[in-house]
């Protein structure tokens, strides 16, 4: 069983950075596509940006391009959001999610929240 725990989560102004992290246990996280997810009130949830098992096919939303990056550690069994110049609209509960080899996402963890104020 795949278990994934999120930290790095708070309450920001707009403009400053936070890091999410995502440690991985139960299976090694080099065998995983790993991603970030956010659910903002009222809306169903949205990938964030994800990165292949290599870590060499990374996708990001467009709106989080250029301000976000995503890497995953394999050794450490972690996959990281670097994000910068956070916006209100950045607000949500980002979750890790992991496709366990069936092309989907499904596995997912607690979730950390992001409160980004203006």
């Known amino acids: 069983q795949v278990n994934l725990v999120e930290s790095g989560g708070g309450s920001v102004q707009a403009g400053d950075s936070l890091r999410l992290s995502c440690a991985v246990s139960?299976?090694?996280?080099?065998?995983?596509?790993l991603g970030w997810f956010r659910q903002a009130a009222g809306y169903e949830r949205e990938a964030v940006g994800t990165i292949s098992s290599t870590g060499n096919i990374v996708y990001y939303m467009s709106s989080v391009k250029g301000r976000f990056t995503i890497s995953r550690d394999n050794a450490k069994n972690t996959v990281y959001l670097q994000m910068h110049s956070l916006k209100p609209e950045d607000t949500g509960l980002y979750y890790c999610?992991?496709?366990?080899?069936?092309?989907?996402?499904?596995?997912w963890g607690q979730g950390t929240q992001v409160t980004v104020s203006s």
């Open positions: 139960g299976r090694t996280a080099d065998s995983l596509a």
């Open positions: 999610g992991a496709d366990l080899g069936t092309g989907q996402y499904d596995t």
